[in-house]
């Protein structure tokens, strides 16, 4: 049981393509154990393996207030059901502190594998179908900044950048 | 993915400030959220109480926030909010605050969120004192042009008015008296534990005391009820509907007097529901489908009448305008950030318009109704004034009732602390 670091924006690592889980065994248990430790720890709803710089395809959710919702997300891929657009103030636990308005297709319909490699579907909408597009994003090298204007987008890093040095 | 109640709540509150969105559509992307009713909560709290939570903050901070630190400012008010009016213990309403501003990326206003929240804290006493020597606006939580305005209209009447506006809003279901009696209905909620009673006003009224979401109504699936306010509810009776008439629903989404007015007359020969917004329209879609009842849906601009109308006029027309919505503030307090003096002129010229336009696809002899759920004359009373003085063809029809404030043309509920329903303008005019 560990708590990861987190990988912070503009980490190249970040930029990383996630390859295929094909491994089922006990070495996956302990990180999606350690993912989901890490995510409640750093008081998110959501992680992807990426951020904590393993790349494989895998994340971690819990949307819900009292962390005991958790869903595991393996090798997912999603296609939108309603097209129709909402937007949704994103924030990401890799670039910490900012929140900006991202728009994102409404429903979703996800399939994924669980921790035994036991294929299964779901619809969603709202904030969970946001969070899951976010995070299967990130199994891409793709983070939400990446939406922004190129200018949002710089001024993020260079307050970022100007951070980790001070902690440096 | 990284989200916190209190600095989405505050992002809300920005957006509003910067006159964008509503708050009904940006609490609606939160809805799977578990924290969703902590959000709203605190959302619809600080939107009621924002005109006093800002002239408290204005004592504790006189620097006025640039435009780009609106969302401290939101954030601020947010933290006042949990203080005053939420059963938070203070200390974590400001642990919690003073983290969000972090969120926020303002990790720069900690220090000025906690001490901001501490002198607060401290002379609670004094600040509160001062507040009731300020002015009502401040003291009613409302902007002062809307005050002056309701002040004038209402004098006897506007004081309990502001009051109400603050109150939070009853929860009331129309029963679908065309299933069974609303004594029946009543029954039935009883034996699942509802506590209820019901509406005096309207037949089909019926107050529940807790809210509750509305999958625990018994029935409601299968159309039992649905909800609307009691005031709402008046509009089929005052429509005189019998078989066979031709019915116009101008701007009906989302839906709730369309189904009522079918609920009410199963023979009706058409009745047309009309409304600009496609969004909107899937909404009276879904309610007609779980009523079980059908109406002719036309996504349109009612004053680009070429674009709906086949030419044949109607009997009964119910203009449901759009409008200030100033007698529904107690259940949309972001009106009162987002209501401006110049959008309450648009709003009474695109009345008058609507008026103008389907006062021509109506029958002689047939009714229009036109209703607002404001409070405001100008778009109620005096706009049917200057309708009555330009077409010698309409004629007003008092409606006899022992409900409301009856007006020169037309019945005014106003909303009020002790009944029911929200405020509502009701005018019937026949075509000679």
């Known amino acids: 049981m560990a708590l990861l670091p987190i990988l912070e924006f503009p980490d190249p690592r970040l930029r990383k393509v996630a390859s295929t889980v094909t491994d089922f065994n006990e070495k996956l248990e302990v990180l999606i154990h350690d993912m989901f430790e890490t995510m409640y720890d750093a008081r998110g709803i959501g992680l992807a393996a990426t951020q904590v710089d393993v790349h494989r395809r895998l994340l971690v959710i819990d949307i819900s207030e009292n962390k005991d919702s958790p869903l595991t997300f393996i090798n997912p891929e999603f296609e939108v059901i309603e097209g129709e657009l909402s937007e949704y103030d994103e924030g990401c636990l890799s670039v910490p502190g900012f929140y900006e308005t991202v728009s994102r297709p409404r429903v979703i319909k996800v399939r994924a594998q669980d921790q035994s490699g036991k294929p299964f579907e779901m619809t969603a909408d709202g904030i969970l179908a946001v969070c899951i597009q976010h995070e299967i994003d990130h199994l891409e090298g793709k983070l939400f900044v990446d939406y922004l204007s190129s200018l949002k987008r710089q001024r993020i890093r260079n307050k970022l950048e100007k951070e980790h040095k001070k902690s440096a | ?432």
Request: hydrophobic share 40%; net charge neutral.
């Open chain 2, 1 to 432: 993915m990284a989200i916190r109640t209190r600095a989405a709540a505050a992002l809300i509150l920005q957006k509003l400030l910067l006159g964008k969105g509503s708050l009904g559509a940006s609490l609606d992307l939160h809805r799977e959220q578990n924290d969703y009713q902590l959000l709203q909560e605190m959302c619809f709290g600080c939107c009621r109480w924002f005109h006093q939570l800002d002239f408290l903050l204005l004592q504790l901070r006189s620097k006025p926030f640039k435009r780009k630190d609106q969302d401290l400012r939101s954030l601020l008010i947010l933290g006042l909010y949990q203080l005053k009016f939420m059963r938070i213990p203070d200390h974590a309403a400001i642990n919690e605050t003073v983290d969000a501003s972090d969120d926020l990326n303002k990790r720069w206003a900690r220090g000025l969120t906690n001490a901001v929240l501490r002198s607060y804290q401290r002379q609670r006493k004094e600040l509160e004192e001062g507040l009731q020597r300020a002015d009502l606006p401040k003291r009613e939580s409302h902007p002062e042009w809307l005050v002056s305005i309701l002040a004038q209209s209402w004098p006897k009447q506007f004081e309990d008015i502001l009051t109400a506006n603050n109150c939070r809003p009853p929860f009331t279901l129309r029963v679908n008296l065309s299933m069974q009696s609303r004594q029946q209905f009543l029954d039935t909620i009883d034996q699942a534990d509802i506590k209820a009673r019901a509406g005096k006003l309207a037949a089909s009224a019926v107050y529940i005391d807790q809210p509750l979401p509305v999958s625990k109504i018994p029935g409601f699936f299968e159309g039992a009820a649905s909800v609307q306010d009691e005031a709402s509810q008046l509009v089929p009776e005052l429509l005189q509907l019998t078989p066979g008439l031709k019915v116009l629903d101008a701007c009906a989404a989302p839906g709730g007097k369309t189904c009522h007015i079918l609920e009410s007359e199963g023979s009706l020969t058409t009745c047309i529901a009309l409304d600009r917004s496609p969004t909107r329209l899937i909404k009276i879609e879904e309610n007609l489908e779980r009523l079980q009842l059908e109406a002719c849906l036309l996504c349109a601009d009612g004053n680009d009448r070429d674009s709906w109308w086949s030419g044949e006029a109607f009997d009964r027309i119910l203009l449901d305008a759009p409008c200030s919505a100033s007698g529904v503030i107690r259940r949309h307090p972001d009106i009162k950030l987002l209501l401006t003096p110049a959008q309450l002129e648009r709003l009474i010229l695109e009345q008058e318009r609507l008026l103008e336009t389907l006062w021509t696809c109506l029958k002689p002899g047939g009714l229009l109704l036109y209703t607002t759920c404001s409070i405001v004359p100008q778009e109620n009373q005096a706009q049917i004034n200057r309708f009555l003085g330009q077409h010698n063809d309409a004629k007003y029809e008092s409606i006899t009732a022992d409900w409301g404030v009856e007006c020169e043309s037309g019945r005014q509920l106003l909303p009020s602390a002790d009944s029911g329903t929200d405020g509502f303008f009701f005018s019937l005019l026949r075509k000679l």
